[in-house]
Antibody, heavy 119, light 108 residues
Framework: QVQLVESGGGLVKPGGSLRLSCAASGFTFSDYYMSWIRQAPGKGLEWVSY????????YYADSVKGRFTISRDNAKNSLYLQMNSLRAEDTAVYYCARASEGRTAFDYWGQGTLVTVSS | QSALTQPRSVSGSPGQSVTISCTGT?????????VSWYQQHPGKAPKLMIYDVSKRPSGVPDRFSGSKSGNTASLTISGLQAEDEADYYC????????FGTGTKVTVL
């Protein structure tokens, strides 16, 4: 069965950096687009970034452009999110999600990892 | 892109139907048939309930249905059950993705 397991969250000071990882299993990882989606405490969902199956196409939300970098290692079935220049407003649960075959929806989600940006 | 607009909350009694609206613009909801809906219980990850406006993934009860008219998409839950009490989010794909503001469904 499809499994997505995020890790790497934690407490970081404003201006600091953090790298999230997502380990995928149960499907051919290299065939699918992947995304990061976040949810601030008590708030709604916000799409953050996506990466194509090969890694050649990448998009970011304006709120993280220039600060976050998405990447993947298909040999390791892993997705990453490097987060730099973190701000208090980046505090959220970060979910790794698989895009559907048509890329129009997110058909599987991880359990999320909490990132807290605070001094 | 601005978040799609959803009502903050809707409620209904068991067995009744409720409908959640999701309003965007001609650049997102109105321009493409790529609206999806997600159910999220407290402390859990979202679950895909509807994609491409009205398609149901396998395993999702047929009590859940989706539709669209102009710039507004809708999710209808028929025969409301206690386990349907959750937050629901719409999402539109138009090259990138934008989520709705979220709706809390309460079963009275």
């Amino acid at each position: 069965q499809v499994q997505l397991v995020e890790s790497g969250g934690g407490l970081v000071k404003p201006g600091g950096s953090l790298r999230l990882s997502c380990a995928a299993s149960g499907f051919t990882f290299s065939d699918y687009y992947m995304s990061w989606i976040r949810q601030a405490p008590g708030k709604g969902l916000e799409w953050v970034s996506y990466i194509s199956s090969s890694g050649s196409t990448i998009y970011y939300a304006d709120s993280v452009k220039g600060r976050f970098t998405i990447s993947r290692d298909n040999a390791k079935n892993s997705l990453y999110l490097q987060m730099n220049s973190l701000r208090a407003e980046d505090t959220a649960v970060y979910y790794c999600a698989r895009a559907s075959e048509g890329r129009t929806a997110f058909d599987y989600w991880g359990q999320g990892t909490l990132v807290t940006v605070s001094s | 892109q601005s978040a799609l607009t959803q009502p903050r909350s809707v409620s209904g009694s068991p067995g009744q139907s409720v409908t959640i609206s999701c309003t965007g613009t001609s650049s997102d909801v109105g321009g493409y048939n790529y609206v999806s809906w997600y159910q999220q219980h407290p402390g859990k990850a979202p679950k895909l309930m509807i994609y491409d406006v009205s398609k149901r993934p396998s395993g999702v009860p047929d009590r859940f249905s989706g539709s669209k008219s102009g710039n507004t998409a809708s999710l209808t839950i028929s025969g409301l059950q206690a386990e349907d009490e959750a937050d629901y989010y719409c999402c539109s794909y138009a090259g990138s993705y934008v989520f709705g503001t979220g709706t809390k469904v309460t079963v009275l």
